[in-house]
């Protein structure tokens, strides 16, 4: 398939087939395509939780509007953002570190130099980490939603939920964010998929301040 009918073809669907399973060897590759994406620094502060069961997806469900297409979907992911995933003695953040070393990017005399930057860029306040976090995370997310497109699976990602009910409800822990759902799965059949909503032009995309 190409970028271009990924691209246009990947839809926020509805309805999803509940009979219809996602492999877990196609989830797994769906997962590692996306984790391709760009991220500051590479820290990558994404990680996701996987809902196969009924009863986890029914209590996600009654803090996500009721959408049955949270339960429905063989799979929906709840997208966390780590908002510690800049700071030092975080793992990936010192599994990175050594990577760099190890990859020639860096030496580990710059190691006090790359703790600076990313404080002063992802730790200077709440807001900033928060949009650290999620920023990159959506990254991630996107990603995910084309990968799943490319292999034949549909998406629909989502922001109508409780944050506070979901992260009590799974014992997220605080220093995580959760940008969005997404459910993952096939179309039912036995609907008609709405037509493509509209979007900006080129024209109307581009600005500029004077």
Not at 43 to 56: A, E, G, H, M
Not at 108 to 136: H, I, M, P, T
Request: charge should be neutral.
């Amino acid at each position: 398939m190409e970028f271009k009918d990924v691209a246009y073809g990947r839809r926020a669907v509805n309805f999803f087939d509940p009979g219809k399973d996602v492999p877990e060897d196609l989830l797994r590759e769906m997962v590692e395509m996306a984790a391709q994406a760009p991220s500051g620094f590479n820290l990558q502060p994404w990680s996701l939780i996987v809902l196969r069961d009924k009863n986890d997806k029914n209590r996600l469900q009654q803090h996500a509007w009721n959408q049955p297409k949270v339960s429905e979907a063989p799979v929906t992911l709840i997208v966390l953002a780590d908002m510690a995933g800049w700071k030092p003695g975080h793992p990936f953040v010192e599994k990175n570190f050594t990577e760099l070393v190890k990859a020639g990017t860096m030496g580990e005399a710059q190691r006090d130099w790359f703790d600076g930057v990313c404080q002063s860029l992802y730790g200077a306040s709440k807001s900033r980490q928060v949009a650290y976090a999620c920023k990159n995370t959506g990254f991630f997310a996107m990603a995910l939603m084309f990968a799943a497109k490319s292999l034949g699976l549909d998406t629909h990602p989502m922001d109508g939920f409780d944050l506070e009910k979901v992260r009590h409800e799974f014992r997220i822990p605080d220093h995580y964010w959760i940008p969005l759902l997404l459910s993952v799965g096939y179309f039912r059949s036995d609907k008609t998929l709405a037509p493509p909503k509209w979007r900006k032009t080129y024209e109307e995309i581009i600005v500029s301040f004077e």
